[in-house]
Nanobody, 121 residues
Framework: QVQLVESGGGLVQPGGSLRLSCVASGSIFSINEMNWYRQAPGKSREMVAVSIGTESPNYADSVKGRFTISRDNAKNTVYLQMNSLKPADTAVYYC???????????????WGQGTQVTVSS
């Protein structure tokens, strides 16, 4: 099994920055993808940024140009650098990933517990 643990959330003023981290641990043979989603109060969970294999990342239109996803495969970690934050970015941010867990191609897919990001003056 694999565990995903997010960190880096908090309270920030509009226009500020935060960097989220998500560390994967457990029986990881390789990383297929690691992504960020978010869920605001009363809304459905939505994709923020995805990092699949060696493909270029994809971003939600609402965060393009402000957020950057990056991975450190040696550390089994994905980051989300968030700049020019807006109150509309307030949400619980979740890490999501798919991992190969053995040499024959078995995979595990799951979610972290989430980290709260609040953008407010």
């Amino acid at each position: 099994q694999v565990q995903l643990v997010e960190s880096g959330g908090g309270l920030v003023q509009p226009g500020g920055s935060l960097r989220l981290s998500c560390v994967a641990s457990g029986s990881i043979f390789s990383i297929n993808e690691m992504n960020w989603y978010r869920q605001a109060p009363g809304k459905s969970r939505e994709m923020v940024a995805v990092s699949i294999g060696t493909e270029s990342p994809n971003y939600a239109d609402s965060v393009k140009g402000r957020f950057t996803i990056s991975r450190d495969n040696a550390k089994n970690t994905v980051y989300l650098q968030m700049n020019s934050l807006k109150p509309a970015d307030t949400a619980v941010y979740y890490c999501n990933g798919e991992f190969q867990i053995d040499s024959v191609g078995s995979t595990w897919h799951g979610w972290g517990q989430g980290t709260q990001v609040t953008v407010s003056s």
